[in-house]
């Protein structure tokens, strides 16, 4: 309901990214709001914001009210960081037990289900102490950086009674230098840039049946690329790379492995066919590290019996695609007004505007 989905076009009329999207000229924008450039980020759940605060923000788990509660329910520190990488995670589901991503585990639950869940994969088993607020982390995405758009988006968290905690901007430089954005992006970077071909947990039933090859023999032969790799054998750009991966997928030359995690067979001309992974990643770094680029982030709380983190990600926020968000939401806003709020171009699921934590953990 505050920030909107993903998709500003289906965002609420009164929320962030819906707002942004229906009056993005009047907000300055140069180009109407779409999925990726939906005017907004905010944390998908609590521990997204807690992630999110730690990355961007330095702050360390002691320091914040949601981690350190998870530390005075028996959940280290040192798992907790082990937990920013989003690892492949036990969850007990009645009598049964099931693996899946930690940040889809904790996604949309409130703090107090949200620390309980994360003793459940801890395997803590004392009973818990909740925190009394949400805390998420949001921050307008490079692409919807205008006057217009932080104040769209700080107007929607007061109309909301969500208290900004703190806020400031981060610049191009010191994203690139500290690598904010591989870390925020970790699931995805990893693929992409730090970690070799051979060193990735590639589903090898899923890469033949879709291209009709052997994984070991693309590895062999040296066609298998992750997109770091790519870039600098083939002598190509982000730009380049990010052109050639989406006329791949536009093709239907492209398989989904896991969450955040793609392989495209990309034709490079005279340069032959090469399995990329995850070559998207370059192009989207690069609009955070690019000279000029910035974010402005928000810190901000409020009362879950008011808001739950699902209708705050759902309804505020928006989902990921800014054109199912509800007109309302932050992204769907941003997706209809990105002219009037001075965005360059119509918002997107990749340029959706803003991120959001998805857990207090992520936050």
Not at 2 to 29: C, H, M, N, Y
Not at 58 to 76: A, R
Not at 132 to 146: D, G, L, Q, S
Request: charge should be negative; hydrophobic fraction near 40%; proline fraction near 6%.
């Amino acid at each position: 309901k505050v920030l909107g989905p993903t998709d500003p076009t289906k965002a609420g009329a009164d929320s962030v990214r819906g707002t942004i999207f229906a009056r993005w000229q009047e907000f300055g924008l140069p180009s109407e709001p779409n999925i990726s450039d939906n005017g907004v980020h905010a944390s998908a759940s609590p521990m997204e914001g807690l992630f999110e605060r730690m990355n961007w923000l330095g702050t360390t788990v002691e320091e914040d009210p949601f981690g350190s509660n998870l530390v005075e329910n028996d959940i280290s520190s040192d798992l907790i960081e082990e937990w920013r990488r989003d690892p492949q995670v036990t969850l007990t589901k009645g009598t049964s037990k099931c693996k899946m991503s930690l940040y889809d585990a904790v996604e949309d639950l409130d703090v107090d289900r949200c620390v309980t869940r994360c003793k459940d994969i801890a395997q803590s088993g004392r009973t818990h102490a909740t925190v009394r607020k949400n805390r998420a982390f949001v921050f307008i995405k490079p692409h919807a950086m205008t006057g217009s758009v932080k104040n769209f988006v700080r107007q929607v968290f007061e109309d909301r009674r969500m208290r900004i905690v703190q806020e400031g901007l981060i610049e191009a430089d010191q994203i690139d230098e500290d690598m904010l954005v591989d870390k925020h992006y970790y699931a995805i970077a990893s693929k992409a840039t730090l970690l070799t071909p051979d060193k990735l947990p590639v589903p090898q039933d899923k890469f033949k049946a879709k291209f009709g090859a052997d994984w070991s023999e693309a590895l062999a032969n040296g066609t298998a690329l992750n997109a770091k790799d790519a870039c600098d054998k083939l002598g190509l750009t982000a730009e380049e790379l990010g052109a050639a991966w989406n006329k791949a997928k536009d093709a239907g030359k492209l398989v989904k492995f896991s969450g955040g995690f793609y392989c495209a067979q990309v034709d490079f001309g005279p340069q032959g066919e090469f399995y990329v992974l995850n070559g998207f990643f370059m192009e989207m770094r690069n609009k955070f590290v690019k000279p000029g680029a910035e974010i402005h982030y928000f810190v901000v709380d409020w009362d879950p019996v008011q808001l739950s983190w699902a209708d705050f990600r759902g309804k505020v926020l928006g989902p990921t695609d800014p054109a199912a968000a509800p007109p309302d939401s932050i992204r769907g806003t941003i997706y209809k007004t990105w002219e009037e709020l001075g965005l360059a171009g119509q918002p997107t699921v990749g340029d959706n505007g803003v991120h959001a934590s998805a857990s207090p953990v992520e936050a």
